[in-house]
């Protein structure tokens, strides 16, 4: 009888650990994405996110490791289109272009605000646009969609013969303001 009890009472520290455990991995494993969805605001896609950081440096220090970080992401990018430092307001404004992959090589461009203050900084993507060669070389221009034209709900609700291609530009799309996101919650 008393090593029924041992073998019980092993059982359950066992599942219990293991619970415990399994619980731990989960948690470990989550990848928190800032962005999962495309919100349109006054029939704009507009990406806004607050990151909080750690309330152990004043809104200056915060807004000067904001200022280090774009220094050292930007300077010599060719992609940069400008940037902007608003010292009274600590914002810096950027426009950029970065190169997407998938479905096709294209160039998107966009805008964002990060502004920084005793509660956190906040982050605020604009102007999303997207620039695709033209295959079929009926112009020397490349086409020029706007985020609005390409990944909304609706834009992929109607896109008949293109929604898996809307479909691969939304995602890369997020996932590259997802990592933009994330590289600004580390440098605090």
Do not use: H
């Not at 619970?19 to 806004?48: I, P, S």
């Amino acid at each position: 009888m008393d090593s029924f009890i041992k073998i019980k009472i092993m059982r359950r520290f066992i599942i219990t650990f293991s619970l415990f455990v399994a619980t731990l991995f989960v948690a470990l494993g989550q990848v928190d994405k800032a962005f999962t969805t495309v919100t349109v605001v006054n029939g704009k896609v507009l990406f806004e996110q607050f990151i909080p950081v750690s309330q152990n440096l004043s809104s200056n220090q915060k807004y000067q490791l904001l200022q280090e970080w774009a220094k050292k992401k930007f300077a010599g990018n060719p992609m940069l289109a400008g940037i902007r430092y608003d010292e009274a307001s600590r914002t810096i404004t950027v426009s950029n272009r970065t190169e997407l992959q998938n479905p096709e090589k294209m160039v998107m461009s966009y805008r964002f605000d990060v502004s920084v203050n005793n509660a956190g900084c906040m982050l605020v993507v604009r102007d999303i646009s997207y620039q695709v060669n033209q295959s079929n070389a009926a112009s020397f221009f490349p086409k020029v969609y706007t985020a609005e034209q390409i990944i909304t709900d609706q834009s992929l609700n109607n896109a008949g013969s293109e929604a898996e291609w809307r479909k691969a530009v939304r995602r890369e799309t997020l996932q590259t303001l997802n990592q933009l996101a994330a590289e600004l919650a580390a440098i605090f």
